[in-house]
């Protein structure tokens, strides 16, 4: 029997309604001096809320194994979400992947979890597609009213189709674009204040760069990515909310230490290019209700993110993310990665150790990690704490005998 999940409608759309829950935890102080602080006194927390945030989880256990650092790493089938313009240099014609994320295992749930598959074909020594399909599901839910009545169940899952296109404009630089359709059913078909719930949709593009700069023994690569760059998604005729739209760079620095052994370092930094939350919101349109900062255009919201932050350019260096990572292959057959990732605990507080295990034989391979929450608060605490992920690839230009790319 599936288990199922008691939960308000509501619930689902706590990242529509985040940024005004922060701003009433905060006061200020003193009265009439445009400083807020939190209740106790300390600075505020500051999130910055977004539609469907599925998009921005890792979804392959390489990535996930190095810190979530794979902007400007190797090449791989699950390039797709993080950098498709990498596969330009991908080594091999076709390769497929699939990764299985199961989701708050730590909860004892059983029916959430994100599935991820994707690959790409080369076309020539120049150009290669890829797509990828990723989905996730929210397990059977009970929905219950305000006064926890039951109102019915359901299903919430959403998924995102992907295709992409990679170009090398030289020898050692590519371009990527990707296109993507977004659908989000969180509770369709349900009432919250007398307004009906829809599936939210959207569409979206990923631009993306990578540099490769072969040095004597070594490869020193440069990681571009702006993802999620697309209309707003709503789920009621009153709301649209901002996707997670979102600026990537990265570096990497691969070493071929001898004939057998290689070893990576990388990291990567990430900003959310969405305005973030003010704690005096100003909204010119009283009729709806709806502060102007959420009622921004995609490239105003993307242009004001960078300097809209309420205490200044502090704040803004606080919405950065980091990850670091490293990678070591012996005879390109078996791989050990660990990482770390660091977000600001006044932006969501983050923080977690990963490890992660390659194995690769002719035509199979599969990658493993693990993750470790290093946070002290439920706030810190990761989904996918102490769970093992799994991604299998498949080389298929390996039958043909052509060598695997490390």
């Known amino acids: 029997?599936?288990?199922?999940?008691?939960?308000?409608?509501?619930?689902?759309?706590?990242?529509?309604?985040?940024?005004?829950?922060?701003?009433?935890?905060?006061?200020?102080?003193?009265?009439?001096?445009?400083r807020y602080v939190a209740l106790d006194g300390g600075p505020c927390a500051n999130a910055i809320p977004t539609a469907?945030?599925?998009?921005?989880?890792?979804?392959?256990?390489?990535?996930?194994?190095?810190?979530?650092?794979?902007?400007?790493i190797s090449p791989d089938a699950n390039s797709?979400?993080?950098?498709?313009?990498?596969?330009?240099?991908?080594?091999?014609?076709?390769?497929?992947s699939a990764t299985y994320s199961p989701w708050l295992r730590s909860l004892g749930l059983q029916?959430?979890?994100?599935?991820?598959?994707?690959?790409?074909?080369?076309?020539?020594?120049?150009?290669?597609?890829?797509?990828?399909?990723?989905?996730?599901?929210?397990?059977?839910?009970?929905?219950?009213?305000?006064?926890?009545?039951?109102?019915?169940?359901?299903?919430?899952?959403?998924?995102?189709?992907?295709?992409?296109?990679?170009r090398k404009l030289g020898?050692?630089?590519?371009?990527?674009?990707?296109?993507?359709?977004?659908?989000?059913?969180?509770?369709?078909?349900?009432?919250?204040?007398?307004?009906?719930?829809?599936?939210?949709?959207?569409?979206?593009?990923?631009?993306?760069?990578?540099?490769?700069?072969?040095?004597?023994?070594?490869?020193?690569?440069?990681?571009?990515?702006?993802?999620?760059?697309?209309?707003?998604?709503?789920y009621t005729k009153i709301t649209n909310d901002f996707l997670p739209v979102n600026f990537g760079l990265g570096v990497a620095w691969q070493a071929n230490l001898d004939e057998y052994n290689s070893l990576t370092f990388t990291a990567d930094v990430n900003k959310l290019m969405v305005p973030t939350p003010q704690h005096n919101p100003v909204?010119?349109?009283?009729?709806?209700?709806i502060p102007d900062y959420r009622e921004k255009s995609l490239f105003s919201g993307i242009i004001t993110s960078w300097s809209d932050a309420p205490e200044g350019f502090s704040e803004e260096l606080k919405e950065f993310t980091y990850s670091l990572g490293a990678e070591y292959w012996y005879d390109k057959q078996f791989a050990l990665r660990a990482g770390y990732f660091h977000e600001n605990a006044l932006k969501g507080a983050r923080s977690y150790l990963t490890l992660g295990l390659g194995l690769k034989y002719n035509v199979f391979?599969?990658?493993?990690?693990?993750?470790?929450?290093?946070?002290?608060?439920?706030?810190?605490?990761?989904?996918?704490?102490?769970?093992?992920?799994?991604?299998?690839l498949f080389d298929f230009s390996a039958v043909d005998g052509a060598t695997p790319a490390g």
């Open 171 to 234: 020898e050692n630089f590519s371009v990527g674009v990707n296109g993507k359709f977004i659908y989000s059913n969180l509770a369709a078909g349900q009432e919250i204040g007398g307004v009906e719930i829809n599936p939210g949709i959207a569409g979206a593009a990923d631009i993306s760069l990578y540099y490769k700069l072969p040095l004597e023994t070594s490869d020193l690569t440069f990681g571009l990515a702006l993802s999620n760059l697309g209309s707003k998604i709503s």
């Open 80 to 96: 797709m979400h993080i950098n498709s313009s990498k596969l330009a240099f991908a080594d091999n014609d076709f390769a497929l």
């Open 283 to 289: 909204d010119e349109n009283p009729q709806n209700g």
């Open 111 to 166: 029916d959430v979890y994100l599935a991820y598959l994707s690959g790409y074909k080369r076309i020539d020594d120049l150009q290669t597609l890829g797509f990828s399909l990723r989905y996730f599901s929210l397990g059977d839910i009970q929905f219950t009213n305000e006064n926890g009545e039951p109102i019915g169940s359901g299903r919430p899952n959403e998924f995102e189709l992907a295709v992409g296109f990679a």
């Open 1 to 34: 029997m599936q288990q199922r999940t008691p939960i308000l409608p509501l619930v689902f759309f706590t990242f529509l309604t985040m940024a005004q829950t922060l701003h009433s935890q905060c006061i200020e102080s003193p009265p009439n001096s445009g």
């Open 365 to 392: 391979g599969i990658n493993m990690s693990y993750l470790i929450s290093t946070g002290n608060t439920l706030q810190s605490s990761n989904p996918l704490d102490k769970t093992l992920r799994f991604s299998l």
């Open 52 to 72: 469907v945030p599925f998009l921005r989880i890792t979804p392959d256990a390489r990535t996930g194994g190095m810190g979530d650092a794979g902007v400007a």
